[in-house]
């Protein structure tokens, strides 16, 4: 019977002889989620995921719309979700999958996501999980996907694709390498979260709050600081146009502190692949042969994403949406990333159509210019936080790269269990 789906065909060509191919659609059960319109959403009830639900790992619920509880229970109630439902974009990030934990149980997943579960024996749910992760999956969608623009396939396209199945055991297996690799991956990122937070409470206890001049003014010793570290903070506030502040810290502009400049034009047919980072208004957007900056840099968006902030600490090229800061006069890098986070970028939002950031209209705003040694000292923490997020991100890359070298391979047959093992414990 998987011989008269071109799918399987294909498929079966590549792996061992003793593994099955079958049609999705024969060993699981798909369904997308129902078109709902806005006049449907509620400020509480039940949760309706959108695409931006399904970005992580594990879905997450904030900033979703909801339903009307009833109405749900009248219409919908067939769409419910799961714990351990598996949830795929039909139009965005081929190859991830986000799992519902116990947060999303009872979810409706909205239009333009696919629901997916095991439905047969034959297939183990954490091997589908990878599967559907796998270059085997994305490049079958990718065929089938259709679109001028934003290319998006749906069921009648799952309907036409095949899954390998090895033993269950080498499904267990197979996605135990993918668990392993994908738990390192989420770690990492969870670990840059946190530290990512302390350098940003840091600046708000230091520069925002003054939490260690209030000490210094209750006869306090300031928390999680050195006496030589302390000594650099006045003991007093004075009232000033911006409220009241530290003692001899003057009121200044946005550019007595760093001077914002636009990024260069790299038009797509002249990049050449490289080792320096192309930074776009959205973050980083591929590799170039060829240096504009020398870091440290911080960049943010000028033109079509406002309000991202990133931190390059060696050569990159800001491209023409963005803002790089060309001068740090009295901010340094960390210092100054921390600032243009907690700046609200969309309210100066210059453009109609396009969200546009003119930097004119930033560099006059009325800032605090800390003294320096006090700057210097938070850099000294931040720079060595900000470093390790750095290493991390490199090193759950490396580790995103093998997982995906390797999961097609595995699920493909081409690569042995004992090899893939080796492989993920030398990284």
């Given at each position: 019977?998987?011989?008269?789906?071109?799918?399987?065909?294909?498929?079966?060509?590549?792996?061992?002889?003793?593994?099955?191919?079958?049609?999705?659609?024969?060993?699981?059960?798909?369904?997308?989620?129902?078109?709902?319109?806005?006049?449907?959403?509620?400020?509480?009830?039940?949760?309706?995921?959108?695409?931006?639900?399904?970005?992580?790992?594990?879905?997450?619920?904030?900033?979703?719309n909801?339903?009307?509880?009833?109405?749900?229970?009248?219409?919908?109630?067939?769409?419910?979700?799961?714990?351990?439902?598996?949830?795929?974009?039909t139009?965005?990030?081929?190859?991830?999958?986000?799992v519902?934990?116990?947060?999303?149980?009872?979810?409706?997943?909205?239009?333009?996501?696919?629901?997916?579960?095991?439905?047969?024996?034959?297939?183990?749910?954490?091997?589908?999980?990878?599967?559907?992760?796998s270059?085997?999956?994305?490049?079958?969608?990718?065929?089938?996907?259709?679109?001028?623009?934003?290319?998006?396939?749906?069921?009648?396209?799952?309907?036409?694709?095949?899954?390998?199945?090895?033993?269950?055991?080498?499904?267990?297996?197979?996605?135990?390498?993918?668990?392993?690799?994908?738990?390192?991956?989420?770690?990492?990122?969870?670990?840059?979260?946190?530290?990512?937070?302390?350098?940003?409470?840091?600046?708000?206890?230091?520069?925002?709050?003054?939490?260690?001049?209030?000490?210094?003014?209750e006869?306090?010793?300031?928390?999680?600081?050195?006496?030589?570290?302390?000594?650099?903070?006045?003991?007093a506030?004075?009232?000033?146009?911006?409220?009241?502040?530290?003692?001899?810290?003057?009121?200044?502009?946005?550019?007595?502190?760093?001077?914002?400049?636009?990024?260069?034009?790299?038009?797509?047919?002249?990049?050449?692949?490289?080792?320096?980072?192309?930074?776009?208004?959205?973050?980083?957007?591929?590799?170039h042969?060829?240096?504009?900056?020398?870091?440290?840099?911080?960049?943010?968006?000028?033109?079509?994403?406002?309000?991202?902030?990133?931190?390059?600490?060696?050569?990159?090229?800001?491209?023409?949406?963005?803002?790089?800061?060309?001068?740090?006069?009295?901010?340094?890098?960390?210092?100054?990333?921390?600032?243009?986070?907690?700046?609200?970028?969309?309210?100066?939002?210059?453009?109609?159509?396009?969200?546009?950031?003119?930097?004119?209209?930033?560099?006059?705003?009325?800032?605090?210019?800390?003294?320096?040694?006090?700057?210097?000292?938070?850099?000294?923490?931040?720079?060595?936080?900000?470093?390790?997020?750095?290493?991390?991100?490199?090193?759950?890359?490396?580790?995103?790269?093998?997982?995906?070298?390797?999961?097609?391979?595995?699920?493909?047959?081409?690569?042995?269990?004992?090899?893939?093992?080796?492989?993920?414990a030398?990284?």
């Amino acid at each position: 019977m998987s011989s008269e789906w071109p799918a399987c065909t294909e498929l079966r060509l590549k792996v061992p002889g003793y593994w099955d191919v079958q049609p999705l659609d024969k060993v699981t059960d798909f369904q997308e989620g129902p078109g709902i319109l806005a006049k449907d959403f509620h400020d509480s009830g039940v949760p309706l995921l959108r695409l931006r639900n399904i970005e992580t790992p594990t879905v997450q619920i904030a900033g979703c719309n909801f339903l009307d509880a009833d109405k749900v229970a009248a219409k919908w109630k067939h769409f419910a979700l799961r714990e351990g439902d598996l949830l795929i974009s039909t139009s965005a990030s081929l190859g991830r999958v986000s799992v519902v934990g116990p947060e999303a149980v009872g979810s409706i997943a909205y239009t333009g996501i696919i629901r997916f579960r095991s439905a047969s024996s034959q297939l183990n749910h954490q091997y589908l999980r990878a599967f559907l992760s796998s270059g085997v999956f994305v490049e079958q969608a990718e065929r089938m996907a259709t679109g001028s623009v934003i290319k998006h396939f749906g069921p009648s396209h799952l309907r036409q694709m095949a899954i390998t199945l090895p033993s269950l055991n080498e499904q267990i297996h197979i996605a135990g390498v993918f668990d392993a690799l994908d738990d390192r991956i989420t770690l990492l990122r969870e670990t840059n979260a946190t530290l990512e937070a302390i350098a940003q409470a840091l600046f708000k206890s230091w520069f925002v709050d003054f939490d260690p001049v209030r000490a210094k003014m209750e006869g306090r010793a300031p928390e999680g600081m050195d006496e030589a570290t302390a000594a650099l903070f006045p003991d007093a506030l004075e009232e000033s146009e911006l409220g009241w502040v530290p003692e001899g810290w003057r009121v200044g502009r946005l550019d007595d502190l760093l001077v914002l400049q636009r990024g260069f034009d790299l038009p797509s047919q002249d990049r050449i692949p490289g080792e320096v980072p192309i930074i776009a208004a959205s973050g980083p957007s591929g590799m170039h042969h060829e240096t504009m900056v020398q870091g440290p840099g911080v960049v943010t968006g000028r033109s079509g994403v406002l309000g991202r902030v990133f931190l390059e600490f060696g050569p990159y090229w800001p491209l023409n949406t963005t803002l790089w800061i060309k001068e740090f006069r009295a901010a340094t890098p960390c210092f100054a990333y921390e600032l243009l986070r907690l700046l609200d970028f969309k309210s100066f939002n210059a453009g109609s159509a396009v969200p546009t950031l003119n930097r004119n209209h930033i560099h006059g705003l009325a800032y605090l210019v800390p003294n320096r040694a006090c700057v210097e000292a938070f850099e000294g923490v931040a720079s060595m936080l900000h470093q390790r997020v750095k290493a991390n991100e490199q090193q759950a890359q490396t580790l995103a790269t093998l997982r995906d070298t390797l999961l097609p391979r595995l699920i493909s047959g081409q690569l042995r269990l004992p090899e893939a093992q080796a492989l993920a414990a030398e990284v």
